[in-house]
């Protein structure tokens, strides 16, 4: 028996097709703080034309009585950048854990920040249903009730400052261990100081400016970053 002759030349296998990473998670942290940064902004108008009342609450919601729809639209908006952010805030978590060393605090501490600003737009938010009933029905509520629901509504959902332990751990992670582009990096450590600076003066809500700004930033930016094996 003649052994079986092999061919010459046999065929190469085809190289393994490249990997995209996951991109929907940092898009949708992108979204969420353009809805966040936009939507907040936009329903804020809801008290524009109590400003001359401020001394006074009757007046004060009185001038709001026919906005109720402004409310509702912030309740909205608050729900989608919750759930948006909430997949951030876990997308992130597990990018970074696969690009620090074992056991690194960052990835938690990164999320942690996300987080926190979940919690004021849910107490932001949440306000929204007892707020649109009573401005609905105001000659059957005492305006003394109304007025402190109308801070809530227009301070909670401002308050971004956790964005800034978000942008701070991601800074650290990546000067200190490339997890990510070096520009990003420093463009995460000046954020980080901007809202600690919004922190330490009683403006705490403005730091939904450049959290809101980060947030577009850092998903468009993860989103687009190169496939395994490449910088981030």
């Known amino acids: 028996m003649h052994p079986a002759t092999l061919p010459e030349n046999p065929p190469s296998a085809a190289p393994p097709a490249p990997v995209r990473p996951p991109r929907a998670w940092a898009l949708t942290g992108a979204l969420g703080g353009l809805v966040g940064l936009v ?15 401020s001394a006074d609450n009757a007046g004060y919601v009185a001038a ?3 906005r109720a729809g402004y409310v509702w639209a912030h309740q909205v908006v608050t729900v989608v950048a919750i759930v948006c952010l909430a997949v951030f805030a876990a997308g992130l978590r597990r990018y970074l854990g ?36 009573s401005l609905n029905a105001a000659d059957e509520w005492d305006p ?3 007025a402190p629901m109308l801070t809530i509504y227009s301070t909670m959902a401002w308050l971004w400052g956790g964005i800034g332990l978000t942008a701070a751990a ?7 261990h490339g997890s990510v582009s070096r520009w990003f990096a420093v463009f995460s450590a000046v954020i980080a100081v901007l809202i600690a600076a919004t922190q330490l003066a009683p ?27 490449g910088r981030s």
């Open 39 to 53: 939507g907040i902004f936009t329903t804020a108008g809801l008290t524009a034309p109590a400003e001359p009342y």
């Open 64 to 66: 709001l009585t026919d």
């Open 98 to 133: 696969a690009q620090e060393p074992a056991g690194s605090l960052l990835p938690t501490l990164a999320a942690s920040g996300v987080g926190l600003v979940l919690v004021g737009l849910l107490i932001g938010g949440g306000i929204s249903t007892e707020l649109f009933f």
């Open 144 to 146: 003394d009730v109304i």
């Open 170 to 176: 991601v800074a650290v992670g990546g000067l200190r």
């Open 203 to 229: 403006v705490q809500y403005i730091a939904l400016v450049p959290g809101g700004i980060w947030l577009v930033v850092a998903g468009v930016t993860l989103a687009l970053r190169q496939r395994p094996g």
